[in-house]
């Protein structure tokens, strides 16, 4: 879409919140439709699609084994990486990551680790020799607004699946498994966006385009926070982070359901 044509919808966008209008007919506490499909990758140790209104990501995860940190000799690990494909939007490109590509895997890394929901020590194999690394790759077939909400819920739909490969002399043996992957929690991430003086849950792209600033917050199982990321270069106020914190609450049970 042309620059001039995104400016027109900006304008009816901020229009429309002055008004306490959103261009889908949502409330501003409300998200898209929410779809949750397992299992869509055969070589995957666990997939998940996940579709939040138009915008469509998949994620993937393999087990390998690795060496640990020396840091941590007695943990395993994870590894989150976001690929934005060019299919999912024209702003996308093929090569390196670019900076959004890279914060989009360090929010959705930060709060799958940061809730604590992967055990890193069962990862363990041998201490200080050999664990288990988990690879959790995402790739956007369709961008149309909240990528951070979207990735981080398929990546977390597909850690539910992921089935514990089975080893035989500190080797996996093809097709064959242990078990599943157990996770002591399920962490979702809540993406706020501040359109003038309005904040809007689960931003649409046209949202996206209009928006000052950008709030995710990651919600555990209890209501405790584990991460949150403040974007872009407008501000929030103690009271409107304190909102956006119930409205995520709220939001994160009825998400959790679907996982």
Known sequence: MSTQLWDLRVDKVIAELKEGRRGDSRKIDEYRKLEVIRGIGEN????????????????????????PYPDSPDEGSISVGAELL?????????????????????VVDRGIRESGAVDFKGLSIVGGESCWVGFVDIYAINHDGNLFDACSIAAVAALLETKMPKLE???????????????????????FAKVGNVIVVDPALSEEKAMNARFSVCMMDDDGICAYQKGL???????????????????????????
């Open 86 to 106: 060019p299919l999912a939007s024209p702003d996308f490109e093929f090569g390196p990551p670019r900076e959004g590509a890279i914060e989009l895997s360090r």
């Open 169 to 191: 002399n500190n080797k996996v043996v093809k097709g064959e498994y242990k078990g599943k992957l157990s996770l002591k929690c399920r962490p979702v991430l809540n993406t």
């Open 233 to 259: 270069s407008g501000s929030f106020t103690i009271s409107e982070i304190n909102g956006t914190i119930d409205t995520a609450i709220k939001n994160s049970k009825q998400i959790r359901k679907l996982l």
């Open 44 to 67: 995957a140790d666990g997939s998940a699609r996940v579709k939040l209104g138009n915008t469509d990501v998949v994620a993937g995860v393999k087990m390998m084994v690795g060496e």
